[in-house]
């Protein structure tokens, strides 16, 4: 019975998402109302917002959906300018070139190490550690699925609907290391960080685990993980004050935005800027931490 119940879920799973381009071309609402309700099991009363992802949702509605901020800083290449009209160019990645074709990348001018990721949506990167080992048709071709894909049409995040796609080039920061760079997520509410989110055990083949934080480094109760590991100790970074103080600067023009940075031997480095971190609709966050975030964010008047 259980195996046929989970049948069942899967495929009503993929019945819902499959549709969601669909209904996100129909109403971006709709859809954003059928997949909060699959989620969460439950009706989305934007009337009321309560959670963190309820009161993402609404930024979404009604102050996100048209805003050309919201669209360049969403936009990882155009938000670079952003940054710079901001004075915060020192915390830009070195950027060796951008191309509208993977096609044309110049491979042999490229450094031996280096980071490729596309300019929109989530997961879309890949560190080279040595040139040499690239499957660079391989490669091309994985880059051009990115570029074709409509990103926003998943979740309705219209902020992505005009980003033109481009794949960017950077310089990879751990290059010494050959290890992903230590990520950190500040949620900003109000232009305040109470608390940073830290991803470990980020290696290959591992599932990774986030805890909160505070400004103080006190480990919060906020994570699942937490709960089941209360004594784990994770050093307190140097730059993380830092990084705290940037993170808040960075969000001032928002009511929200999650600020990710990383930092690499003291240094800080802008990641990017996460207006509607997955998508409002954050199933591994729990309740009891939805509803404290929820809290601290005052919404602004419609």
């Not at 990882?76 to 830009?92: D, H, I, M, P, T």
């Not at 879309?124 to 990103?151: F, G, H, Q, R």
């Not at 940037?246 to 003291?266: H, M, Q, T, W």
Request: aromatic fraction near 12%.
């Amino acid at each position: 019975m259980k195996s046929i119940d989970s049948f069942i879920e899967a495929v009503w799973r993929n019945l819902i998402y499959r549709s969601a381009p669909l209904l996100t071309r129909i109403s971006p609402m709709l859809n954003t109302k059928v997949l909060y309700r699959y989620n969460f099991k439950k009706k989305l009363d934007l009337e009321h917002p309560i959670t963190l992802n309820d009161k993402i949702l609404w930024l979404k509605f009604n102050t996100y959906w048209n805003n050309d901020t919201i669209k360049q800083c969403a936009d990882k290449y155009r938000v670079r300018e952003y940054l710079q009209k901001k004075g915060f160019s020192e915390l830009l990645v070195d950027l060796i070139g951008v191309y509208d074709d993977p096609e044309k990348i110049e491979w042999d001018s490229l450094p031996d190490s280096f980071a490729l990721k596309l300019n929109v949506g989530c997961g879309k990167n890949i560190i080279v550690n040595k040139k040499s080992e690239l499957d660079i048709p391989k490669i091309i071709e994985t880059m051009k699925t990115w570029m074709k894909e409509k990103y926003y049409l998943g979740h309705s995040e219209m902020q992505y609907k005009d980003v033109k796609p481009y794949i960017l080039i950077e310089r990879n920061l751990c290059a010494d290391t050959g290890m992903l760079p230590d990520d950190y997520k500040f949620y900003c509410m109000n232009g305040k960080s109470l608390y940073v989110m830290v991803c470990e055990d980020r290696e290959i083949g591992k599932k990774a685990k986030y805890f909160y934080f505070d400004k103080n480094w006190n480990m919060m109760p906020y994570s699942q993980d937490a709960l089941d590991e209360p004594g784990r100790i994770i050093p307190k970074p140097e730059g993380i004050d830092t990084a705290f103080e940037y993170a808040e600067k960075l969000s001032k023009d928002f009511p929200f935005v999650r600020v990710d940075l990383y930092i690499v031997n003291g240094k800080v480095y802008f990641g990017e800027l996460t207006f509607t971190p997955s998508a409002g609709l954050d199933t591994g966050r729990l309740p009891s931490t939805d509803r404290i975030l929820g809290d601290q964010l005052v919404l602004p008047t419609r």
